[in-house]
């Protein structure tokens, strides 16, 4: 039976839009002894346009790259870094990171109005490099700090308002006039950022944790520590 045929080909088609097809008035009546009969005459098989129809419309439109917010922040991270090293490589040191740079030169427990974080993450950008002085060189360790900031920024939002938040949080960090112009700058400002996002991680971790386990507070602390220095 075409009739039924037709039916379940239109049940089946991917859309929501009804195809209504009216048989065609030509139909021959054949009698042969006591029964009566329909005879289709020179119509196309209904079967061959609908199935025209459903690769029609199965057939996918342009696509269309909508990155999902893993991949987002994968890409701010790059793009940021590279924009850093960029400028970190194109602009001279200022008054602040010449004076900096002796801290690696005459390591001291603290100078003044300086704890000695500043020291030791420009002495890893130096040592990395290999001795090689350079402001790329003295401003690479605090660049992978503002990455990692970027990166502790839109986990730590993610956790409580979900990932396309978390992605936005660490877009505007990236906007801001001092951390987006200054954050890979040989400055204690990025070491104390990355430090103070990864105390309130540790700090959302430990007070989630079970009350017995020590050791998500013992990360709070050293975090927090990393924070003073």
């Not at 740079?101 to 390591?107: C, H, K, R, T, W």
């Not at 400002?189 to 996002?197: C, K, M, S, T, V």
């Not at 944790?209 to 924070?227: D, E, H, I, K, S």
């Amino acid at each position: 039976n075409w009739r039924g045929e037709l039916a379940q080909e239109v049940e089946s088609l991917p859309t929501t839009r009804r195809i209504e097809f009216h048989p065609p008035p030509q139909l021959e009546r054949v009698k042969t002894g006591a029964m009566t009969t329909n005879l289709q005459l020179e119509l196309p098989a209904p079967t061959t346009a609908l199935k025209r129809i459903a690769v029609l419309k199965r057939q996918p439109s342009a696509a269309v790259w909508s990155p999902g917010p893993r991949t987002a922040l994968t890409i701010l991270i790059v793009v940021s870094t590279i924009l850093r090293l960029a400028w970190s490589a194109l602009m001279g040191v200022c008054n602040d990171e010449a004076y900096h740079y002796l801290f690696s030169v005459y390591p001291d427990w603290s100078y003044f109005d300086h704890p000695p974080m500043t020291m030791c993450i420009e002495w890893i950008g130096l040592t990395a490099c290999g001795g090689w002085v350079h402001p790329v060189s003295l401003r690479l360790g605090f660049v992978v700090l503002m990455a990692g900031s970027t990166w502790l920024m839109a986990q730590l939002t993610a956790r409580w308002y979900g990932a396309w938040a978390g992605f936005f949080a660490a877009l505007v960090l990236n906007l801001t006039v001092y951390y987006g112009g200054a954050g890979g700058f040989a400055l204690p400002d990025a070491p104390l950022l990355f430090f103070g996002l990864l105390t309130i991680s540790a700090l959302a971790n430990a007070m989630l944790a079970n009350n017995q386990r020590m050791l998500p507070w013992v990360w709070v602390g050293l975090a927090f520590a990393g924070t003073l220095l």
